[in-house]
């Protein structure tokens, strides 16, 4: 037997495998009922070359130069910047909400006017929260904070949730800020990139560690059984660790009830054309029931004369069928989670990444959270 099962070869399960098999010498068992290995930042070529983000688009940053560091041992980046537009009142603005998309919007005059009250109120390159812009004392501030309430978020939040920002705990609406200059990148982390060869390939070098057996298309529910007394594999009780990147809700039969989440479906298509949009992401906030497009080649640049896009359209988790993407943040199912993280503790599992432990990490978080889980069980 194992002394450590790992379930889940996403991007969590694989940095605590990793290091479990590097730092302790020890053998772990890597385990995914998916037939691939990296979870939701599996990406493949498609039929044309392109690297393809088969999860929807999947943007690397971090400001943590340990989490860099680490993923750097089994990646060459791509330094891509990542940029993103709205369709907004029939024009394509770029986002965050800066004095390129005031002037695509307003008249010169209004647009003049709002960029002065930004800079005296705040100062160049600083980033304001809708929500502040919509307190200020300023009129205009106010407009400008209403509008881009309006315009960017509100729609679109309800469409990606189902749900009003008002019913879910603030870190899980996207956050808006304007920028009060005239930087179009999406991110201003310290690091940014993709893997160069894609996640999988980065995700596939972690896990080739020889002290690790990875078992694919194998579901941990199939061959475990939770009882009073402690988890059982294969009708024998385990006494090793297990680190668990699925659902505590699924794991303990939902015996405190189902925690919420929600799905998302796919949809590709190859256009004939060099490029489809302008820009890697294009947000639909107030039309159509999809959230964004996707365009991979603005993230790894290929020389094809066509062009794959993803259609993205946001639904509730309801059945087995489909992927917990989103946790869905309120009072309520924070605390479902925290009755399942105690049961959890009781048998010695230890919840981890997104699903595990039902936040809304992007993916330095998750790596960061793994660090951390790995030093206590070095402990
Ligand atoms: C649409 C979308 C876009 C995103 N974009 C970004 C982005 O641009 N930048 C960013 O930093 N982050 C992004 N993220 C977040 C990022 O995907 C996650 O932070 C990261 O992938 C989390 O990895 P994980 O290993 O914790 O979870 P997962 O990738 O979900 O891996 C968990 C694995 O466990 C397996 N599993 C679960 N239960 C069982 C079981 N019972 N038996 C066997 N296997 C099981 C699953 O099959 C899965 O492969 C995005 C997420 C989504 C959904």
């Not at 691939?36 to 983000?53: M, P, Q, W, Y």
């Not at 307003?106 to 390159?125: D, H, Q, R, T």
């Not at 066509?306 to 489909?322: A, G, H, L, M, S």
Request: proline share 3%.
């Amino acid at each position: 037997m194992f002394k450590y099962i790992v379930v889940g070869a996403g991007l969590s399960g694989a940095v605590v495998a990793e290091r479990i098999a590097s730092q302790l010498n020890e053998k772990v068992l890597v385990l995914d009922r998916k037939p691939h290995i990296a979870g939701t930042c599996f990406d493949s070529k498609d039929e044309n070359g392109i690297l393809v983000h088969r999860y929807g688009g999947h943007l690397f940053r971090t400001e943590n130069e340990v989490v860099w560091s680490y993923l750097s041992q089994f990646t060459d980046w791509h330094y891509y910047q990542h940029r993103v537009l709205a369709w907004v009142d029939g024009k394509m603005v770029p986002l965050p909400f800066n004095f390129n998309s005031m002037d695509m919007v307003f008249s010169a005059e209004l647009a003049s006017k709002l960029k002065e009250k930004l800079l005296n109120a705040y100062g160049l390159n600083t980033k304001v929260h809708v929500t502040k812009l919509i307190q200020s004392d300023d009129e205009d501030l106010r407009f400008l904070g209403e509008y881009v309430y309006e315009k960017v978020f509100i729609h679109y939040t309800l469409k990606q949730w189902g749900r009003r920002p008002e019913e879910m705990e603030p870190e899980a609406t996207i956050n808006v800020p304007v920028l009060v200059g005239k930087d179009d990148r999406y991110y201003t982390a310290r690091f940014q990139g993709v893997p160069r060869q894609g996640y999988t390939q980065m995700v596939q070098q972690m896990l080739s560690h020889k002290n690790i057996k990875l078992m694919l298309n194998t579901d941990f529910l199939e061959l475990a059984e939770v009882k009073a007394d402690g988890i059982y594999i294969m009708g024998k009780k385990y006494d090793g660790t297990i680190i668990y990147t699925g659902s505590l809700d699924e794991l303990f039969g939902y015996r405190f009830g189902r925690l919420p989440f929600r799905s998302l479906d796919f949809c590709f298509e190859t256009h004939d054309v060099e490029y489809y949009q302008g820009a890697a992401t294009v947000h639909y906030p107030n039309n159509y029931d999809f959230t964004r497009i996707i365009e991979f080649k603005h993230i790894h640049p290929v020389d094809v004369k066509r062009t794959t896009i993803c259609f993205e359209y946001p639904k509730e988790y309801t059945t087995e069928n489909d992927e917990r993407y989103y946790p869905v943040l309120t009072k309520e199912s924070k605390a479902t989670w925290l009755k399942y993280a105690d049961l959890a503790r009781e048998y010695h599992v230890i919840p981890l990444g997104r699903v595990g432990e039902f936040k809304y990490y992007n993916m330095s978080e998750a790596v960061e959270s793994a660090l951390r889980a790995f030093n206590d069980i070095a402990k």
